[in-house]
């Protein structure tokens, strides 16, 4: 996706290019929430769903992996649809353009309120900030890219592009990230003896005790 961004940079519209790099931007977001330094995971589990298991219920690696790749994959596909379609810019809806800031923002949002609870939950373990697996590609990668779609979806709203279909192109585009990348897939898999768990909780390792650390 980033080749083809710097390929069609002249061609594609701006609208087009943040669809495309925020489809290249959660492989790389996913890479800060599982390796570098990890343990979303545990934030997601614990603090969600007061979960005793947190390496691996109900979020594992096997249905993480489904909803990251299944939005990863769909914003490929809205880029390639819309670079065929609309070949002389690629023109996307104002219906996408509004569910691609609100589900932006929802990852800048849920970022800030784990790395919160997180705060508190260590604070008195040596936790001094609310930085979380996640945080940083949230604010700087989809906090921007959300925010440059605004001023797009103002430029729209002010020559009357917005119609009350693109309500429904955005509410499909939620409810397909909410419900079939994570919902879904999430409560399907869930097991308590998923053999899918993390091996480690990565970034809250250093806040627990041994025998934390091993479970």
């Not at 040596?126 to 001023?151: D, E, N, R």
């Amino acid at each position: 996706m980033t080749i083809l961004i710097l390929l069609f940079w002249k061609k594609w519209s701006t609208e087009l290019k943040i669809i495309a790099s925020i489809a290249a931007l959660i492989p790389i977001h996913v890479l800060e929430e599982w390796v570098f330094p990890g343990g979303f995971n545990y934030q997601y589990n614990l603090f969600l769903y007061k979960s005793e298991q947190p390496d691996r219920y109900p979020m594992s690696r096997l249905s993480d992996m489904i909803t990251n790749l299944e939005a990863t994959f769909g914003y490929v596909a809205i880029t390639i649809i819309y670079a065929i379609i609309e070949d002389k810019g690629g023109y996307i809806p104002t219906g996408f353009i509004m569910g691609t800031i609100v589900f932006s923002f929802l990852e800048v949002i849920v970022h800030t309120s784990f790395g919160i609870m997180a705060y508190f939950h260590f604070k008195n373990k040596g936790k001094t900030t609310i930085y979380g697996p996640g945080s940083i590609t949230a604010y700087s990668g989809f906090g921007v890219f959300g925010f440059i779609l605004v001023y797009s979806l103002i430029d729209r709203m002010n020559e009357n592009l917005l119609f009350w279909y693109d309500w429904v192109i955005m509410s499909g585009e939620l409810i397909f990230i909410l419900v079939c990348c994570i919902l879904v897939p999430e409560n399907i898999i869930k097991n308590k003896d998923s053999k899918y768990f993390f091996s480690n909780n990565g970034y809250f390792d250093r806040f627990l005790d041994d025998k934390l650390k091993k479970n």
